[in-house]
């Protein structure tokens, strides 16, 4: 516990908002998705797939098969490159609130050295550029710093994809460009309300707005030999149970490594698709132990693939 808090007092966003200052909220409908997640494997012999549908509440109200292996929307590379640290900081997830006492974080952290160059993750145009002085990119304006917004378009998925890169030293490229897939598009750094240098991260799904994010782990392509797990937990009607902190326990292995997943906070958004109350990736395929406390212990081994999506279903009622 003390570690991961260290790790956000040293790299987090400050989450202490100026007085007398608005938090956005979303102003349309759900965005519908349509992903290409068909099942690949499952524990049953008959599972229930994931279909795309225009009420993805009830899509995900299932948990037979308890959990499936999914293709996945893996459509972002990661904006950090292979020689730098890819690695999303585990003390501050997206959803997090460090056991209550930060502000819901709307999306990841790359923790890397002043300078170290941010690529775009996939093709797209520059609608933002510059400092959010007066720009309410965020809660609120000079929450970013230096900051930019791409909007992204993908085969298969009816709606729009913006990712936002805050806390930049510096800025590469200007409003209407268009960038390709790997491209430098600005430099890490600690501007805005960073407390150490290191990337921001964002993806908004359907519009550019604060309140529109989802979890970027579940975007971007998990590292080699890696794959995601998303979870949600259901109660006796049907219902997510929130609140609860998960600790999922590697088993294939010796060092029983753990991973401590906070449930996503008011304000963050499960995936359209799956409708998932945390999410992870980058972990090492292999079989693992989903565990919590709900009144008595609960627990379930699942299996993660190589470059896809488990996604596991507690369904308290059954």
Request: net charge negative; with cysteine.
């Amino acid at each position: 516990m003390m570690a991961m808090l260290l790790s956000f007092l040293l790299v987090g966003c400050t989450p202490v908002p100026p007085a007398a200052t608005a938090v956005p909220t979303a102003n349309t409908a759900p965005a519908v998705i349509s992903p290409t997640s068909t099942a690949t494997r499952a524990v049953t012999a008959t599972p229930t797939p994931l279909a795309p549908t225009s009420t993805p509440e009830v899509a995900f109200h299932f948990c037979t098969p308890p959990f499936q292996i999914l293709t996945g929307h893996f459509v972002l590379a990661a904006p950090i490159g292979a020689e730098y640290n890819q690695s999303v900081s585990p003390g501050y997830r997206y959803g997090a609130t460090g056991n209550g006492q930060f502000d819901v974080h709307h999306g990841v952290e790359f923790e890397n050295r002043p300078g170290t160059p941010v690529l775009a993750p996939a093709a797209g145009v520059v609608v933002f550029a510059g400092p959010d002085d007066d720009a309410l990119i965020a809660a609120w304006p000079q929450f970013y710093g230096n900051v930019i917004v791409l909007e992204h378009h993908f085969d298969g998925i009816a709606q729009p994809v913006f990712t936002v890169y805050g806390h930049l030293s510096t800025i590469g490229v200007t409003v209407g460009e268009n960038v390709e897939a790997g491209q430098p598009i600005g430099q890490v750094g600690a501007t805005g309300v960073a407390l150490g240098n290191h990337l921001h991260f964002e993806v908004r799904f359907g519009e550019n707005d604060y309140a529109a994010t989802r979890n970027p782990e579940l975007w971007i392509a998990p590292p080699e030999g890696t794959g995601a797990l998303a979870v949600y937990v259901l109660d006796a009607a049907g219902q997510p149970v929130n609140g609860l902190p998960l600790v999922i326990t590697r088993l294939d292995d010796e060092s029983g490594q753990r991973t401590f997943l906070e449930p996503y906070g008011a304000g963050a958004n499960g995936d359209d698709g799956w409708g998932e109350q945390y999410g992870a990736s980058g972990l090492p395929a292999g079989r693992y132990r989903v565990a919590f406390t709900y009144g008595k212990p609960y627990s379930m081994d699942v299996t993660v693939d190589p470059g896809l999506l488990t996604l596991a279903a507690f369904c308290l009622g059954d």
